[in-house]
């Protein structure tokens, strides 16, 4: 109710503007963005305006001066809406400080997700910097039916690296490997259920990591999604071993064709690693399906390597031919070091929660990913666990915008934008109506906004020092509040905000 008023006097303001400069001028604001170039990708607004602040939402967009309690002078730079990761895996304030600074105003954990929903969201209330929220996690419900054992956010590891290791420890293969009995899988959906009434983003399916889930068990968690209009994040089955041509192709069709069949929204995640040198025919898929009204999407981070713990099925027998890679291609975290065969066993054995760094994705391949339209970007960000894990959690945004727009050319400043804002926010607005108001630079707007320099912004993660926050991200605001003012972080601060399903809202 507050919401909605506090939008409606939003249109008010900006109704009044209209009739003139002088107008506008008799509403002083909470705060001023004054002479940025505004870029609005919803609706190709760009040009220099004045942006007016109040009650965390954007309040007044104008040609002329506005009056605020306080004033900031953005000219010559970048006023975007906050940039919107639906593929965040870091989920405490160690990853959110390096989000931040990538201009990450909304990091939600979508692909794994959590279990139980309601813990997550209990965690945070009240400490995170910027806005948070997760699906609810097959993997970690699996765990729960098959042991009872406690799982919470399996992949986001965010108790840190000893108890992710002691959850490995204490979930045995069949967790993973082990097809559900149909009490089990009676029981799944209504722990999914559960999931989705505390408040659950829609369902998160790590099917690579769980062999032992068949076709029909996945097909049941799709229709459930569907009767709740609950999107669906999938990192798609295994690659069979044999590694023949196309079968990235016949993996991402399971998931296409569920979609298809249930009506349930469906986002492929991380298109090129699921399909390397298939990610073009996965991609022109998702087209063809969209254009025959099946509500499917993808999405990629800018880098040529994919990270996962060396104990998850992704590693079992065969993975080297079906990635057309040896051992050589893993990078041990914690050491920096190459594997070999050796090493590989040992650590797979004697730190099956370790994390690896893959490099298998080619170049060309995230080049044409990122500058194609019907691609977003999503970081797909681990979680700061030793310090050296893959630099995609804080220099995905950066990278596009400095590497693949500025210097590269790939694609221009507005379509990056796009797949950084109002692309990752009508994936959900359906389900999470929370999200309609973010991804957007206009009057009603929530004040989630990233001011960045063009001819600046860049990555400064690297492989080899992967914790180093973005440069050129200038200031970074959370519900009207900074985050990141003149390049640094904001202390003692946190606006951050849990985003729930549209079911808890209308309980």
């Known amino acids: 109710m507050i919401k909605s008023i506090l939008s409606i006097a939003a249109l008010l303001t900006s109704a009044l503007q209209i009739a003139g400069p002088a107008t506008a001028l008799a509403q002083p604001y909470d705060l001023v963005l004054e002479g940025g170039r505004v870029m609005d990708p919803e609706s190709g607004l760009d040009a220099v305006r004045h942006v007016g602040i109040a009650n965390g939402m954007i309040a007044a967009i104008s040609e002329g001066p506005l009056e605020g309690r306080e004033t900031v002078d953005v000219s010559g730079l970048v006023v975007a809406p906050g940039f919107i990761d639906l593929h965040a895996h ?180 991380h298109v090129t690693s699921t399909g390397l040198r298939d990610a073009p025919v996965i991609i022109d898929m998702i087209e063809n399906a969209r254009a025959r009204g099946i509500d499917v999407t993808t999405e990629v981070y800018p880098y040529t390597a994919g990270s996962t713990t060396i104990g998850a099925a992704l590693f079992d027998d065969g993975w080297r031919a079906a990635f057309g890679v040896d051992y050589d291609a893993l990078v041990w975290t914690a050491t920096g070091e190459r594997l070999t065969e050796a090493t590989f066993r040992r650590y797979r054995k004697e730190q ?42 804080a220099g995905t945004f950066a990278r596009v915008l400095g590497r693949y727009v500025r210097e590269e050319g790939a694609l221009s400043l507005m379509a990056a934008l796009r797949k950084m804002t109002i692309m990752p926010a009508r994936r959900l607005e359906r389900f999470v109506p929370a999200m309609a108001a973010k991804g957007r630079i206009k009057v009603g707007a929530d004040a989630d906004i990233t001011v960045f320099d063009p001819a600046r912004v860049i990555d400064r ?13 200038d200031h970074v605001m959370v519900g009207g509040t900074f985050v990141v003012r003149d390049g640094a972080l904001v202390p003692g601060i946190s606006p951050g905000r849990a985003v729930r399903n549209g079911i808890v809202e209308n309980q």
């Not at 993660?461 to 991200?473: E, K, L, N, V, W």
């Open 461 to 473: 993660a690297t492989f080899d020092d992967p914790m180093q926050p973005s440069d050129g991200i």
């Open 90 to 269: 870091g989920q405490h304030r160690r990853a959110q400080d390096l989000q931040a600074r990538d201009g990450v105003t909304t990091a939600l954990e979508m692909e794994s997700g959590a279990y139980p929903v309601a813990d997550f969201y209990a965690r945070r209330e009240g400490k995170a910097l910027i806005n948070y929220g997760a699906t609810v996690n097959h993997i970690c419900i699996r765990i729960k039916i098959k042991f009872d054992l406690p799982c919470g956010d399996l992949m986001a590891a965010d108790l840190g690296a000893e108890a992710n290791e002691r959850v490995y420890r204490r979930k045995p293969a069949t967790a993973y490997h082990e097809p559900l009995s149909d009490k089990e899988a009676a029981t799944m959906l209504g722990l999914f259920e559960e999931g989705l009434r505390q408040g659950g983003l829609g369902i998160g399916l790590g099917i690579e990591y769980t062999p032992g889930a068949g076709r029909k068990e996945i097909y049941d968690v799709f229709k459930l999604a569907a009767a709740h209009g609950a999107p669906v994040f999938v990192h798609v089955r295994r690659r069979p071993p044999d590694s023949a041509p196309g079968v990235p192709i016949a993996v991402a069709q399971e998931a296409i064709a569920n979609a298809s069949v249930t009506g349930a929204p469906l986002q492929i995640v």
């Open 352 to 393: 099956p929660g370790g994390w690896v760094i893959l490099h298998v994705i080619p170049e060309d391949i995230v080049r044409y990913a990122v500058a194609h339209p019907a691609v977003s970007i999503a970081s797909d960000g681990i979680p700061w666990i030793t310090g050296n894990e893959h630099p995609r959690g």
